[in-house]
């Protein structure tokens, strides 16, 4: 018997099913695999041998499609953060490799972000060290788009296309009005900016787009943002501002961290909210006029009822990618994008080395932001719009989407 | 020359630019209207003569499908509230009806909620009392679902809809972790739960819903809320809570209120926001678990993409219906919707007087709330499940929705 198993870990996207389903695509269209198991929770079904066997959960095509189309990891996921790959770690891969051996499962497959590539080297090393010839492949998903060594991530074109919609109704929104009001749009991305210059996406085509846009790529200064909403009101009646929560001033403090209680995640990420409550509770000081605040929150991730068309193909291309990578041998890698130009967009699967990706950011570049700090270029937005294109049609059952649900 | 005008009012919602359109196509289909003039930022507007031609701007089907799907006010809004309509206010009655005659107009619309239709009233009272033959007729619109004499609002449709399919999407991204963590949604509604209820849509087709619903029809208690809770963790790992910004405890004050520096807009409505982190605290406090709030915001107003179809249409045909009324002589009146029956869904325009429906506000029944006062029952969602149905397919460009700009 020759066995595969996949999981899926770290945050929710509206991609990550789909990366799920090329991977159960192609391990039984290689008619190489007896058994895919499906590990419930990410590696942390491993250990408890909660599996579920994908050819029989996700039997057709159309079971495919509709798990391509269901938000957050169909799977379940996990935060856990293996020990590093060396004596220390011992047991805990000697335990992860006899389960492998007792199910005879032979390539592995692991749909994350940064944190699960990181999972993925190190299993990998372990096998290098035991001589082990199982095949772990990582397949990348992040909204945040700040994976290195692959163009852009499953996700983070969805996720561009319900934001970029989502900010130019909400400018809709609040123009209505002829009152002086500001509009602070909160969005994710600790470190990397790109799912806030996604907010600017409609400029180019109808020349709808916040006013201000603010990555926490550069140091943000509380007194330049005051003076930019200051002056445009002087023109403008409503003043829409999209800011990354990651944004922190030239010390490297946080915007929002002022009113955070320092609590960390099993990663060491300090969690951040609130930087759109505390702009807004500035603006109120220090200009006085109508203000608000929108923290887009856990939709931006989960929004797969305008998932991009693009991002969906591309997901399950990548994660059936990932397939051919295992059984043609590699290991250590990550099933990566390389675009081969955006000007006809034309992309590609590529394969990288897992060892030079886990845990290295990758920004938007400082060329993609405007010199005066509080905006994105119109290239930045050139080479984010081929990834938005193409509209997904999921099944409305009652006038609601469906969505596939695996039983743990 | 017999003109008429038509004006927006309020919030946005992402269907009362498809009742303005309903009003323009019957006015052209008419026959008797010379010019139609649309009034920028609703009664205002008339103040200042700040019109368009609206028969010019929105010349053909195509325009008007796309305006039908543009969310908020195309005209721009205002929340002007008129003086009574006696000896007090007689100078501002005075001055409106004065640009009335000098452009002709005989009919007057106005799309709005409670506040607006009190607008209309007063204007028709006005009329009546110096014999004036000008028309005055509302169209109702309001996510909040809360006029009086209609059975449902125009745009409560398409956000229930987008109520119903984002809390399903959040519901998929919150059961992927396996650690206890309690979700808590806060949805627009001040003192109605209409758009609350409707986070429990999807219970109805996959049993897929929130574990606990709290309206502001009931008194809401903290203890019960934070027991309930308890006993929903014992069995679950992840407790997703819906509840309406508005919710008050049995003395009536806001769960919100203790947050709020006691603002009041110009209607000396309170301003409310801040029910779901003042919830996540309390339950940090005394549950300890992981907690996030989620306010979803103005975009369950404004995301016309994701409209009902039902409501689009029928927020057209009331639009319509609403110049049948005045072409017939009649005033002082409100187009409204009157449901013949709920299986199967039929429902017919019908006409409302404005003297009882201005300020009245129409509450969730106390039978659609469970006796627990932490949900809703079958029948509610019943109600609300015929105006969900049906998806509307907005033009998209670029790879983001089209949306139709009136310059002003």
Known sequence: MINAIVGQSGGPTAAINASLSGVIRACRES????????????????????????????????????????????????????????????ETYTKLFEIFDKHEIKYFFYIGGNDSMDTVHKLSVWAKRINSDIRFIGVPKTIDNDLSLTDHTPGFGSAAKYLATSCAEMIRDTEVYTTDAVTIIEIMGRDAGWLTACSALA?????????????????????????????????????????????????????????QSGKTDAFGHKYLSGTGKTLEEIVRERIGCKVRSVEINILQRCASHLSSKTDIDESVAVGKYAVELALSGKTGSMAAFERVSTKPYVCKCAEADLDKVANAVRSVPLEFITPEKNNVTDECLEWIMPLVQGEVSPEFKNGLPVHFIIKR
Chains 1, 2 share one sequence.
């Open 31 to 90: 008619g190489k695999i007896d058994t895919l198991f499906g590990s419930f929770y990410g590696i942390q079904g491993i250990f408890d041998e909660h599996f579920c066997s994908l050819f029989d959960v996700v039997p057709d095509e159309n079971a495919h499609r509709s798990l391509e189309l269901t938000p957050a990891s169909a799977l379940g996921s996990c935060r856990k953060k293996l020990p590093k790959p060396d004596d220390e770690g011992a």
């Open 203 to 259: 400029r180019l085509t109808d020349g709808t787009a916040p006013d201000f846009v603010y990555l926490p790529e550069v140091a943000f200064s509380v007194d330049a943002f005051i003076s930019d909403v200051k002056e445009a009101l002087k023109t403008k009646h409503n003043i829409v501002v999209a800011v990354s929560e990651g944004v922190r001033d030239e010390n490297g403090v946080y915007v929002g961290e002022s009113s």
